[in-house]
């Protein structure tokens, strides 16, 4: 893709949606770091039902340690992978007690030694929750990077390098949440929805027309 074509395709997101946000809910840095984390490999709505339950109860890195991991798991039950994310949990509050005052810390280095934290986990952290202009590439930005041309990569890694590196600037800070949400919504895996996609212009996808195309009407069979 183009740069011209790049700018565009996000003025058009930005214009659709100028302050996108995360549809985890959260209050502060470490309820947001807690979801994301347990949002590995499980919906953000999933987390929520759970969240919502939890962080009236606990949401703080010493109230959840005292909740214990039992608690904690029975709390998350609903959640995939519950078991690991509840001992990760507790293990990474109690880092944060013991290394960092209790606070969630502002670095990509410090955040990824918290146990269940890699590279992607710290990057939505540092975006959603400081400001940072990161690249959290989940399945749907890589999808999406890749597909329309936008910044294609043979991995996670390597989208999230070309994206900081060909996202216009004035973009930045938001291109992430645009293109999960578009990925999430409109660009989906099987189906695209480029019918109805709002940057089928830019889009340098080469099955965009056929996936646009109306469905044919179905022949009805006459009775024999």
Same mark, same amino acid.
């Given at each position: 893709m183009k740069p011209e074509a790049r700018a565009e395709f996000f003025r058009i997101l930005?214009?659709?949606?100028?302050?996108?946000?995360s549809e985890?809910?959260?209050? @502060?840095?470490?309820?947001?770091?807690?979801?994301?984390?347990?949002?590995?490999?499980? @919906?953000?709505?999933?987390?929520?039902?759970? @969240?919502?339950k939890l962080y009236p109860v606990a949401n703080t890195p010493s109230a959840l340690v005292a909740l214990g991991e039992e608690a904690l798991r029975e709390a998350i039950k609903t959640i995939g992978l519950f078991r690991t994310k509840a001992k990760n949990v507790i293990?990474?509050?109690?880092?944060?007690?013991?290394?960092?005052?209790?606070?969630?810390?502002?670095?990509?280095?410090?955040?990824?030694?918290?146990?269940?934290?890699?590279?992607? @986990?710290?990057?939505?952290?540092?975006n959603v929750a400081f400001g940072e202009p990161t690249m959290a590439v989940d399945t749907h930005i890589f999808r999406v990077a890749n597909r329309t041309g936008l910044a294609p990569g043979k991995d996670p890694l390597a989208v999230e390098l070309k994206l900081l590196k060909v996202v216009p600037e004035e973009f930045r800070l938001h291109a992430h949440h645009w293109l999960i949400l578009h990925g999430r919504y409109t660009c989906l895996a099987r189906s695209p929805r480029c019918g109805q996609c709002p940057v089928y212009g830019p889009c340098g996808f080469k099955d965009k027309a056929k996936f646009a195309a109306p469905a044919a009407p179905k022949r009805s069979r006459l009775p024999k």
């Open positions: 930005r214009d659709a949606n100028p302050e996108p946000k985890l809910d959260y209050a @502060t840095p470490y309820e947001l770091l807690v979801a994301v984390v347990l949002s590995a490999q499980a @919906t953000d709505k999933s987390v929520n039902l759970a @969240t919502r293990a990474l509050s109690r880092m944060l007690l013991e290394e960092h005052g209790g606070e969630v810390p502002r670095t990509r280095e410090a955040l990824e030694k918290l146990p269940g934290v890699g590279r992607k @986990t710290a990057n939505v952290v540092l």
